[in-house]
């Protein structure tokens, strides 16, 4: 297994560990799990970078990788619901969503046609994963010992109108992706589904 394909199989085991630290309610459990999530933010930047580099692009790392940013930002949606920051439908909406666009690259992978990632559908991951950081920044913030008055700020934010239509346009966003890819994909999937 090339090394770009192993940075994304890591980033799959470090997304429930992740999860795990950023619900706990140890002191520094919230930036534990922002560190881990920092450092799976770069097993996604960085294997990109490799197998571009080296030429070591396949079908299974075609496959491997978006499917790993899936379940990174999955959990970590998940892990704002469980928190009260983010609606159960928006979660389930992308999760589903995520879950489809896997089972159709699965499908047309088996069938011998490869799925490349759209430049939006990368655009929404860069988006995603971005909206996510600054939230997982801002509640590690205020699990510490810090002003008062600061701490308040931050969970004001976390449960405002303005962070609900950040978490809106990210859904939104998301579910856009998704339709669009299946459009996109549509001649592939009818000529698959004709060879059957």
């Known amino acids: 297994m090339s ?10 085991i470090l997304a429930p560990i992740f999860l795990f630290f950023f619900l ?41 990788d978006p499917l790993a940013d899936k379940i990174l930002t999955s959990l970590a949606f998940f ?35 490869t799925m490349k990632t759209s430049f939006i559908a990368k655009a929404k991951t860069f988006i995603q994963m971005t909206y ?8 590690s913030l205020a699990s510490l010992d810090i002003d008062e008055t600061l701490k308040k700020v931050i969970n004001d934010f976390l449960i405002s109108d303005f962070n609900y239509c950040l978490m809106l346009i990210v859904t939104l966003l998301t579910v856009y992706t998704g339709i669009s890819y299946f459009f996109e994909k549509r001649k592939i999937m009818k000529e698959s589904y004709e060879n059957n």
């Not at 996510?132 to 509640?139: G, P, S």
């Open 3 to 12: 090394f770009p394909n192993q940075l994304s199989l890591l980033r799959i």
């Open 24 to 64: 706990s309610d140890g002191g520094y459990d919230k930036i534990l799990s922002l560190v881990i999530y920092f450092i799976a933010t770069l097993t996604d930047w960085y294997d990109g970078i490799l197998a571009r580099k080296f030429g070591l692009i396949s079908n299974f790392g075609i496959f491997i």
């Open 79 to 113: 892990g704002f619901h469980k928190l009260g920051y983010m609606p159960l439908w928006m979660v389930v909406l992308i999760v589903v969503r995520d879950i489809a666009i896997t089972v159709v690259r699965s499908y047309h992978e088996y069938k011998g046609h």
């Open 132 to 139: 996510i950081f600054l939230i997982i920044v801002l509640v």
